[in-house]
């Protein structure tokens, strides 16, 4: 693939509703070195033995053409923000710092044609899927007037489920134990029967992972965050922020809650993060959240 130079990300669109991709090298040199007692990697525990029985690279493109039905779906009503906008600006801005450091995590990244769209809706929302194809809803910016910090935060930790595979680990373990052979069979070619094509998209961009996966996704964001040069503490606030809107029914607030022992778990692990945040390279540019609605 061709080399970019991160700090000069360069966005190309590749379809009519002006969709923007994100292109990252592998070769891109590290700013922050991980010393002995630092970093998240001893807290987590090794990757389902199942996961090999399914296909990283059908597992991407499943989940890029289910990313692209759901932004299509948003694109004919106008609701997916094009450039320039602030907001956009400052989204696709994180996720320029953030990126290069997922290479170390997967290997698979590099070939990833990275994407990060906006769109507008109240709700309070943000996804990753497998390929790297990234989804914010101006609800979440809005709402809860996330700070620079804490949406790399946010981010970060969704960009984990993607470059941990958790969707490939669940789709392995439900074809295994038979909960959702019929969506696995079907995905690993071993069926074509229509309705199971909306059993595997909903495994593939779904957010309901286990709690495990959940507090995986928690300390390798934690990590990304830091070494991009964002305060992992704002994951701390994120969460109270999460805690002080508490609006039922909402997805991403459903899918994260921050319990007590969640919080605590954050700021244990927090002692490991922060010196890669301290010696890390700050962004030069703060964008801030949007104008709240009234």
């Not at 981010?155 to 969506?183: F, N």
Request: charged share 20%; net charge positive.
């Amino acid at each position: 693939m061709t080399n970019i130079d991160f700090p000069m990300m360069k966005y190309a669109s590749f379809s009519r509703y002006a969709l923007f991709v994100l292109s990252i090298s592998s070769t891109m040199p590290l700013s922050a070195q991980i010393a002995e007692g630092e970093g998240v990697r001893p807290l987590l525990r090794p990757q389902s033995r199942l996961i090999g029985f399914v296909s990283a690279a059908k597992v991407e493109n499943q989940a890029v053409v289910f990313y692209n039905e759901k932004l299509s779906e948003y694109a004919t009503k106008g609701a997916v923000v094009s450039p320039p906008n602030p907001q956009l600006e400052r989204l696709r801005a994180i996720a320029n710092r953030i990126l290069p450091f997922t290479v170390e995590w997967n290997s698979r990244t590099s070939d990833w044609r990275w994407e990060v769209n906006l769109i507008i809706d109240k709700q309070i929302n943000a996804s990753c899927s497998a390929g790297g194809k990234i989804i914010f809803y101006m609800g979440l910016l809005t709402r809860l007037q996330l700070t620079d910090d804490e949406v790399a935060a946010v981010m970060a930790h969704e960009i984990s489920h993607a470059i941990r595979e958790h969707s490939r680990q669940t789709i392995a373990k439900d074809r295994a134990t038979h909960l959702g052979s019929a969506a696995a069979s079907l995905y690993l070619g071993l069926g074509q029967n229509g309705n199971k094509v909306a059993n595997v998209g909903a495994t593939l961009i779904t957010k309901k992972f286990s709690r495990d996966f959940e507090y995986e996704a928690d300390l390798v964001g934690f990590e990304l965050a830091a070494r991009a040069g964002y305060n992992p503490a704002a994951a701390l606030t994120l969460h109270e922020k999460f805690a002080a809107v508490g609006e039922p029914g909402n997805e991403l607030l459903s899918t994260h809650p921050s319990d007590a022992n969640r919080i605590q778990q954050l700021k244990a692990a927090l002692q490991r993060v922060q010196p890669l945040y301290d010696r890390a390279e700050k962004p030069t540019v703060v964008y801030g959240p949007p104008q709240k609605p009234h």
